[in-house]
């Protein structure tokens, strides 16, 4: 069964800690894999990952994709309350996209 | 650009009531998608269309029916409605596979 899983599910740090989010895969067709942020309302578009061992960095944020391993993982560095939402991990599973349940980062002052 | 635009934001149904959510995007996107999100929940895929007079079935398709006449629109269809259909409802589109998906703002739908 096709599934994609994501850990913690939940997650509370401080302001300027590091947080490390995970997001594991099992699909039958993988074309890539993908982060979304999600706050009050509709997704919003982090990274897009189809090669292992490239890391993708925009800013506080980077992330890398263990095709071999099957997981991928997103890093913030320098947490603000702002970074507070739902990570979202998907995969394109050959267009069948398969999302995990979602990571919810409560970032406190 | 509007982007992804969904009508309407919040409806409420009663048991065995049918209604069409609306799904627009202006970008000549090929690619749509139609997700549902429960609470506390990621996003699970009903249907989707990879161009005008093609869709497919995602992981929750029954109970929906969807359309792809034009590029631009890609209406969901609930036939007869029931409580375990009460969900928010995204509509997204994408240029091709292995791109970003934009999302519209949402539908708020509770079957009662």
């Known amino acids: 069964e096709d599934k994609v899983v994501q850990s913690p599910l939940s997650l509370v740090v401080h302001e300027g800690d590091t947080v490390t989010l995970n997001c594991s895969y099992e699909?039958?067709?993988?074309?890539?894999l993908l982060w979304y942020k999600q706050e009050k309302k509709a997704p919003t578009f982090l990274f897009i990952l189809?090669?292992?061992?490239i890391e993708k960095k925009s800013g506080r944020l980077s992330s890398i994709l263990d095709k071999k391993e099957l997981f991928s993982i997103l890093n913030i560095t320098a947490t603000q309350t702002g970074d507070s939402a739902i990570y979202l991990c998907?995969?394109?599973?050959?267009?069948?996209?398969?999302f995990g349940a979602g990571t919810r980062l409560t970032v406190k002052p | 650009n509007a982007g992804v635009t969904q009508t309407p934001k919040f409806r409420i149904l009663k048991i065995g009531q049918s209604m069409t959510l609306q799904c627009t995007q202006d970008?000549?996107?090929?690619?749509m998608y139609w997700y549902r999100q429960d609470p506390g929940m990621g996003l699970k895929l009903i249907y989707y269309?990879?161009?005008?007079?093609?869709?497919d079935k995602g992981e929750v398709p029954n109970g929906y029916n969807v359309s792809r006449s034009t590029t631009e629109d890609f209406p969901l269809r609930l036939e007869l409605a029931a409580p375990s259909q009460t969900s928010v409802y995204f509509c997204?589109?994408?240029?091709?596979?292995?791109?970003?998906?934009?999302f519209g703002p949402g539908t708020r739908l509770t079957v009662l």
């Open positions: 699909v039958t067709n993988f074309r890539s």
């Open positions: 269309s990879v161009g005008a007079g093609i869709t």
């Open positions: 189809t090669s292992s061992g």
């Open positions: 997204a589109s994408s240029y091709s596979t292995n791109t970003e998906q934009f």
């Open positions: 998907a995969v394109d599973n050959n267009n069948d996209m398969r």
């Open positions: 970008m000549n996107h090929n690619y």
